[in-house]
């Protein structure tokens, strides 16, 4: 795949101007993470809704088209959605999203910032959050 | 040869055998000098001589290979010594810069600096010339102070001064900067900092490859270099330091090689060089950075300096003309060294680098180890393209190519 074929219209198009990019005045979960080879930023917020669901999400940070990009469309992508789904989230979920897969050892660090940034913040609330009615197989 | 004529880099290049290879169906086009040099053959065979005729333990075998190796080893010490006008018995091989400004941290430091002492830096240095004295300021209680930078990138020779006032222990400067490229006047830095009482260290990373040195003229106590960015081989480097203090200091590692005689309540220590290469010893790389110097000496280092000058004159010229290329540093390229770091409109430097790779071009993009100058600049990472004896005009025009299709795709 060449470089014209990852910097794809759509990543460009999300890096330039990012979906749900920004802060919430009110949120339950936060979590920042970097990427020390780029220098690449992430954060995210996450105001939790009824039923456990991500009601409204941000992000902000710094970094390369494919981090910042990614990021992005992750957050749409999970606006929405159950909390318990980020466990199931992938990495080829990611590459799903990127349209492609073929970014090189020291891309793929970039394009999984955002994923590894959502499920430490979704993870560490589950924790905290935990009650033992979780833990019955049965339910 | 004589001196006056011009590097011929087309014969430069048929000694270096990966510059043949093609990266992604491309010509190598390696702008990453800075971060590691290419190795001529004359380096590779040394290392395949040593390792294939005379490999040996060096300075206590009798036995014929432990003599060859020796003097093959103490050989290159002296030739290194040399290169950068030092005596052979003030040059102590290292892994590399980063471990000599350690040594000097441990074994100078730890002696010799006390609480409330002042160190400075500058704000152009690597992390190897910052973090060492930030470790060394913390289990001292000593200070550490940074000597600012001009808009131009340059020293601000004015707060070193305000800082001379207080009669700093240290001081730590890079003769020419990884990031901006600015060649610093460490002779006029030293001989103030000499007259202020301070002990002064040269980080010579990015000069010994380039450009003539000779660290008698500079008058600093210590000298630092690494060999893998001269042509040699990774792993070794040199400290070079004033004899006289060398042997005031402890050592740095305990063991083998560094001893004179061990008892069980106490040692007494070799000779310096000795003193600081404690256990096994690099042999065969220390006895191809010996080769990389003869082979730096047979291009001339003046020639060397000139090539790079040229080179990079042609390339400010040629990139500044391009839409959305920033570079950093000094605007005249006869005051700088080969690294030209750059952004180009609001693409990423890592994206950069990503784009370039597919057209078989090499730069390094990021912080440059240099995390303080970055945000001094306001930037979060640069993209930077760095020459060597091997690099053409050619290779220039191939990164401006490189560049072009970047802001293509990015539509800058």
Known sequence: MSSADIYRELILEYYRNPRNFGKLDRFDIEAHDTNPLCGDEVSMQIRVGAGNTIEEIRFSGKGCAISQASASMLTELAKGKPLGWVKGLSKEDIFKLLGTSDLGPSRIKCALLGMKVLKTGVYGYLGAHFEDSDADPTR | MLETEALDVEQVRADFPILTRKVRGKRLVYLDSAATSQKPKQVVQALVDYYSTYNSNVHRSVHTLGEEATAAYEAARERTARFVGASPKELVFVRGTTEATNLVRFAWGERFVEK???????????????????????????????????????????????????????????????????????????????????????????????????????????????????????????????????????????????????????????????????????????????????????????????????????????????????????????TRGGVLSFNLADIHPHDLATILDEEGIAIRSGHHCAQPLMRWLDVAATSRASFHVYNSYDDVDSLKAGLEKAGEIFKV
């Open chain 2, 116 to 334: 409330g002492d002042l160190l400075v830096t500058t704000l152009m240095e690597h992390h190897s010339n910052i973090v060492p004295w930030q470790l060394l300021a913390r289990s001292k209680g000593a200070r550490l102070e940074y000597v600012g930078l001009t808009e131009e990138g340059t020293l601000d020779l004015a707060k070193l001064e305000s800082l001379l006032k207080e009669s700093p222990k240290l001081v730590a400067v890079t003769h020419c900067s990884n990031v901006l490229g600015t060649i610093n006047d460490v002779e006029k830095v030293c001989s103030r900092a000499k007259s202020a009482g301070a002990a002064t260290i040269v980080d010579g990373a990015q000069s010994v490859p380039h450009m003539p040195v000779d660290v008698a003229r500079i008058g600093c106590d210590f000298y630092a270099f690494s060999g893998h960015k001269m042509l040699g081989p990774t792993g070794i480097g040199a400290l070079v330091g004033r004899k006289e203090l060398l042997e005031k200091m402890d050592p740095f590692q305990g063991g083998g090689e560094m001893i004179k005689e061990v008892f069980l309540d106490h040692s007494t220590w070799n000779e310096v060089p000795h003193k600081f290469e404690a256990g096994t010893v690099n042999i065969a790389d220390a006895i191809g950075l010996g080769a990389a110097v003869d082979y730096l000496t047979g291009l001339g280092m003046s020639k060397v300096r000139d090539h790079e000058v040229k080179l990079m004159r042609y390339a400010m010229e040629t990139l500044n003309a391009l839409k959305g290329f920033r570079s950093y540093g000094p605007s005249d390229p006869s």
